[in-house]
């Protein structure tokens, strides 16, 4: 429905827009049709003054600089994948029950980084690594504190983690 509007709109206006131009508009101006009315508008305009053709760069430069993008919601999901990879730990590992320190370490790091980057409680954590009770991840969320002031290695994988974890 989306793109039938966009290409609607576009011919009204004169415009050709390439298929993926429409593609993308119509999965990423989610909000209403006022707004994507107004991202091809400006996407028009765009061209005009810049003088460039329409093409997916300039839609995403659109989509961006207008706010329209939604920002995508990292899960637990997301967070468990990104640690697994860094510590080379299989992801059903780190849910596990097991104790060994790599692969609690891991588990530890993954449940600080979901309550820092969540909105979830730390049952629901729990419930996420293996159904955990909430005191456990409270306690991993303290150790991994306790290891950020006293261990430089746990620290920069922490910073390391971070800044792939705000990428996603």
Known sequence: MRMAILQKKSEDEGIELPPDVVEYLA???????????????????????????????????????????????????????IVSKYYKVPEDQIISKT???EIALARQMAMYLTKQFTQ???KSIGSHFGNRDHS?????????????????????????????????
């Open 136 to 168: 456990t991840v409270l306690h991993s969320c303290q150790m991994i504190e306790n290891y950020l002031m006293t261990d430089r290695n746990v620290k920069i994988s922490y910073e390391s983690l971070v800044n792939k974890v705000k990428q996603e």
């Open 27 to 81: 999965r990423h101006v989610k909000s209403h049709v006022r707004e994507l009315e107004g991202t091809l508008i400006s996407l028009i305009a765009k061209k005009s003054w810049s003088k460039r053709e329409i093409n997916l760069e300039l839609a995403k430069e659109v989509v961006y600089g207008t706010g329209n993008l939604e920002p995508k919601q990292l899960t637990v999901d997301d967070i468990k994948e």
């Open 120 to 122: 979830l409680s730390l």
């Open 99 to 101: 104790r060994k320190h």
